[in-house]
């Protein structure tokens, strides 16, 4: 490689590095502190997600969504993660005048507890990870940094391929700590820079909408959107319209298949919506959904998830492969550790520019 180019990807590498260098070693190192610190708030917290196994009120959605909207009105979107284990809670994530999580229980529609949305250690960190606590605003910032570390990546790469293959890889450590220092950071991430871009590119996938929409538009399949809400002729409720009544009718559309979440919108221009845990969709919470009118309960589309465009698709596979449920724990203690790699090279790479300035 010429001399000058090869000075132009060490100006990248280095001013990428000192511009976004900290904010990506803080996301990647809270990434990791979130893989140990679910369990452990679970177990803190015990309360809030453990409730004695029994067999859940019949018209537990419906009793919940009521109370709920009686509290913080019409303007409130409601998200139901109904129970999935035996001993699980019922947990609903309220949006309007309140943000937060509300815990019950599924035997009797009992409050366990509520936390607002940055209330508790496990909260405040994820909201950091994911949105930098800008909410939407934050995830195109994120997605910008997935683009650095990816400039980063090319430009180290670039920078360390060697003249000579036996010495790719060499760890010195007769000529000090800063010597030793260099050659972990230039061959730890010529060794872990592609395992790390995974995780690092999952999550810019997800975290920014307009990349999975650029994959469907890429595809040329169109898109599924959600299905338009036609207006009842009389305003009436009519049978079967009770949150539960249409879960059910959910279910049975995909053979009784588990459900996932339950989305109420606001307002009633909008459909409700189940999403639905196929057995072959690996995405944890599934992607298969049924849309409901609001007000009837009327069945008004069904998607399942290997329908859908390759935009929409692609998370049932990337939302598992960021959060390391795809391959178990193994994988999941793998993505924490990459995590941890990427902020001890970030922090390397800021510290041996600081040496060597001094």
């Known amino acids: 490689m010429g001399s000058r ?19 990506l070693a803080v996301v990647a190192l809270l990434g990791s502190v979130l893989v140990v610190l679910k369990p452990v708030d679970h177990w803190l917290h015990a309360e809030l997600f453990v409730v004695a196994p029994g067999p859940a009120a019949t018209d537990l959605l419906e009793r919940v969504r009521q109370r709920l909207v009686a509290e913080f009105g019409p303007s409130a979107a409601l998200t139901f993660r109904p129970p999935r284990l035996a001993d699980e809670s019922l947990r609903v994530a309220v ?20 936390r607002g949305e940055h209330e508790g250690a496990f909260n405040l960190l994820f909201e950091i990870h ?24 090319i430009g180290g790469l670039v920078l360390w391929w060697p003249k ?10 007769d000529r000090g700590a800063l010597r030793a220092l260099f050659d972990l950071h230039r061959g730890g991430g010529a060794l872990l820079g592609l395992l790390i871009a995974v995780p690092v590119l ?3 996938y997800m975290a920014w909408r307009p990349l999975s929409q650029t994959v469907a ?14 207006r009842l002729a009389a305003p009436a409720p009519v049978q079967g319209s009770s949150l539960d009544a ?64 390759p935009g929409a698709r692609a998370y049932s596979v990337i939302y598992p492969l960021h959060t390391g449920e795809l391959g178990g724990l ?18 390397s790479g800021i510290y041996l520019w600081w040496r060597r300035r001094r």
């Not at 993505?335 to 922090?347: E, F, Q, R, S």
């Open 246 to 309: 249409m879960v059910d009718a959910a279910r049975e559309r995909f053979g009784g298949a588990s459900v996932g979440y339950v989305q109420v919108p606001v307002g009633s221009s909008k459909p409700i919506r189940v999403r639905l845990m196929l057995a072959d969709d690996p995405h944890p919470n599934g992607l298969s959904s049924v849309w409901l009118h609001p007000g009837s309960g009327e069945v008004l589309a069904t998607h399942r998830w290997d329908e859908l465009d």
């Open 130 to 153: 994911s949105s930098l606590l800008l909410n939407e605003t934050g995830k195109p910032l994120l997605a910008l940094l997935a683009l650095a570390y990816l400039a980063l990546l």
């Open 5 to 23: 180019l090869r000075r132009w990807w060490l100006r990248l590498h280095r001013w990428l590095a000192l511009a976004l260098g900290l904010p």
């Open 95 to 114: 949006r309007g005048p309140w943000d937060g999580a509300i815990y019950l229980d599924p035997r009797d529609a009992r409050e366990l507890g509520r």
């Open 217 to 230: 538009v890429l595809s040329g399949q169109p898109t599924k959107a959600p299905p338009h809400v036609p």
């Open 330 to 347: 193994g994988h999941t203690v793998l993505n924490g550790l990459l995590g941890l790699a990427l902020a001890g090279l970030c922090g």
């Open 202 to 204: 999952s999550g810019a």
């Open 164 to 173: 000579r293959w036996r010495q790719a890889l060499v760890l010195t450590l």
